[in-house]
């Protein structure tokens, strides 16, 4: 058995395309891939943020108050247009980013203390609503003023007009602190970047020590030698759960550097969370992983020996993608949150476990449970691949 092991490995060793998956990938090029996309996007949101945007506004007469307020805005300038017929070209030829269209009679209708309505134009398709936002802040502003001067002739004093304008106040007081609050943000990529490079550095090898043995005729000459199916099956086995192993350990490494060395590219609250996170979470981490691989590499040899060619296992394999992700993405559902029902579904559990790592509010207790019920599926999973392995109908379907 461990001749063969040994001789899977040495010929992955020699294959460009499997180190390429199992060790530039995970250290070298997913750090630079996230580092990157999270230093890109806060900057971009920064400068969305702060970017100078034009704006047209109509019926100015109307209510010179609040054409005021946006001239004074600091990063709105205005540009003129013919008329409100022309808002959607401009707005469609960046021209403008958004226009007001101020109403005749707007300034009676809030002396005679009736609510006015402004119309807004902009073009909404977008993730990060930043147009609407920074109208909505100047927009704010001038409301709370117009309360302010409505509620004057009351004479009322300094208390009594936060009461009139506010009756009741929220001040928060958050029992989680940096760590927990910004864990709960970005905790849930961590086990999806870990699982996907866990089942992508194995899926390679996967097809070419099932499928690909068959293509090359060399599988034959490995049923004749002395050793038993079931031995054969472990090696493989053990191959594929050394390379996802492997990969995934050397991602954790990687992610270890670069809070350690990079905390000066992230933001204040993520270099925080960064330092706060110890060698002992990545090391649970790191055991969970194990059962995890063990799951992938009996999936991925079972669908490879099954597979006729090396197309058909590269199809067979590519959905199995989808079924890793959905479960992972559960995890990130609200409501979602690490109890002794979601200790036992697979992957799901070792989802919301890491994240509450990362959170650092991870109950211990759990882990039992999440290890146990994780080691029994993938073992119950190796059953099938050996059971699948010995029929002659599965291995010779062509």
Not at 40 to 53: D, V
Not at 83 to 111: H, M
Request: charged fraction near 20%; hydrophobic fraction near 55%; glycine fraction near 6%.
């Amino acid at each position: 058995m461990w001749t063969i092991y040994l001789k899977e490995l040495l010929e992955l060793a020699r294959d460009r395309k499997t180190f390429f998956f199992t060790v530039f990938i995970p250290v070298i090029a997913m750090p630079l891939i996230f580092t990157g996309f999270g230093v890109l996007s806060s900057s971009m949101f920064k400068q969305a943020s702060e970017a100078q945007m034009t704006y047209a506004m109509f019926g100015k007469e109307h209510s010179p108050r609040l054409a005021a307020r946006f001239a004074a805005e600091k990063g709105l300038r205005e540009v003129a247009l013919a008329g409100p017929g022309e808002i959607k070209r401009a707005i469609g030829d960046d021209r403008i980013k958004f226009a007001l269209v101020i109403p005749a009679g707007l300034e009676d209708k809030l002396a005679r203390h009736e609510q006015g309505v402004i119309e807004l134009h902009y073009n909404s398709a977008s993730a990060i609503d930043i147009t609407r936002r920074r109208v909505t802040a100047v927009l704010g502003g001038h409301n709370t003023a117009l309360r302010e001067l409505a509620l004057s002739d009351l004479k009322l004093n300094k208390d009594q007009l936060a009461f009139a304008l506010d009756p009741l106040k929220l001040e928060d007081h958050s029992t989680a602190d940096k760590r927990e609050q910004t864990g709960a943000m970005i905790g849930g990529l961590v086990p999806y970047i870990l699982l996907m490079v866990c089942l992508i550095s194995a899926m390679y090898p996967a097809i070419d020590t099932g499928a690909g043995e068959k293509e090359r005729g060399t599988l034959e000459t490995l049923l004749l030698a002395p050793v038993a199916r079931s031995r054969i099956v472990l090696a493989k086995f053990l191959m594929l759960f050394t390379v996802g192993l492997t990969s995934a350990l050397l991602m954790i490494v990687s992610l270890g550097a670069l809070l350690v060395f990079g905390a000066s590219l992230m933001s204040a609250d993520v270099a925080q969370m960064a330092r706060a996170i110890g060698p002992l979470d990545l090391a649970m981490v790191a055991l969970m992983l194990v059962p995890t691989a063990a799951m992938f590499a009996a999936i991925l040899l079972s669908i490879s020996v099954y597979a006729k060619s090396y197309k058909e296992a590269s199809g067979l394999i590519s959905p199995l993608m989808m079924v890793t992700i959905l479960p992972t993405l559960v995890a990130l559902l609200p409501g979602v949150v690490l109890n002794w029902k979601w200790a036992l579904v697979p992957l799901t559990n070792v989802s919301l476990a890491m994240k509450e790592l990362v959170k650092g509010t991870m109950d211990y207790s759990m882990l039992s449970v999440i290890m146990l019920s994780t080691t029994v599926t993938a073992g119950a999973l190796l059953a099938v691949c050996r059971w699948w392995f010995t029929r002659e109908e599965v291995l010779f379907r062509n």
